[in-house]
């Protein structure tokens, strides 16, 4: 997305209590392969692959109390001074940065809403080897307690192009949108905090959803028609270990 450009969205984690599980639900929703790394240091992360190149990612959970959840990455070019300018933005610095392995140096912040995000600082390992395309990442979403805070951060701190909308203004560099970021409203408990979630590009939606469903899935959302001009047919998915995720496809014209 956007090839490695700083700031720009370059991989898609998730943290799952029953990885072979997450396996086997992703890989038959999606056609993605899993390989596991042997190396222990890397505690069983296994990297699903899309015609032979990584698409994304699932991990055991460190502890318990971590929750279940995609988990977002964006290019940086140096994590350290990053994590440190998002800190004086108002972003918080959870864990790194720390180099991980050989493959790239790596932290993990939330923004000044509360969402988790991370910063990869590429070495051996650049990101998604496929996106844009069906069953790749092709969307980002934020749900956010404060939006217009939300915005102004991640404009800053990563230089984000805004394409206003009273309702979801859109995000993206160099004149390509891969994001948006949208109020949280009455439909989301109080409980829930600020999150991205991955939008996922689908032949059809529909078809999707209900793929997901008979894999022990529960559709929170749709699928359902965005009311915007040109907007896209979209599912918002909560996985069977509870981590949500989007599907979406262009409507036709």
Known sequence: MIGNLPGAPCWAQLSARDSEAAQQFYGQLFGWTAETDPDPQYGGYTTFSLGGKPAAAVAPLMNPQQPVMWLLSFAAPDVDTGAEAAKAAGAQVWMGPMDVGDLGRWALLSDPTGAPFALWETKKFSGFGVAEEPDSLSWIDLSTRDKSVAVEFYRKFFNWQ???????????????????????GDMFPPEVPSH??????????????AKATQLGAEVMHGPVDVEMENGPRIAVIRDPQGATFGVFAPRES
């Open 196 to 209: 991205w979630n991955p939008f996922f590009l689908v032949a059809d939606v529909d078809a999707s959803a």
């Open 162 to 184: 805004v394409w206003p909308h009273q309702d979801y203004p859109m995000v993206g560099l160099s004149d390509s949108m891969f994001g948006g970021i949208m109020e949280m």
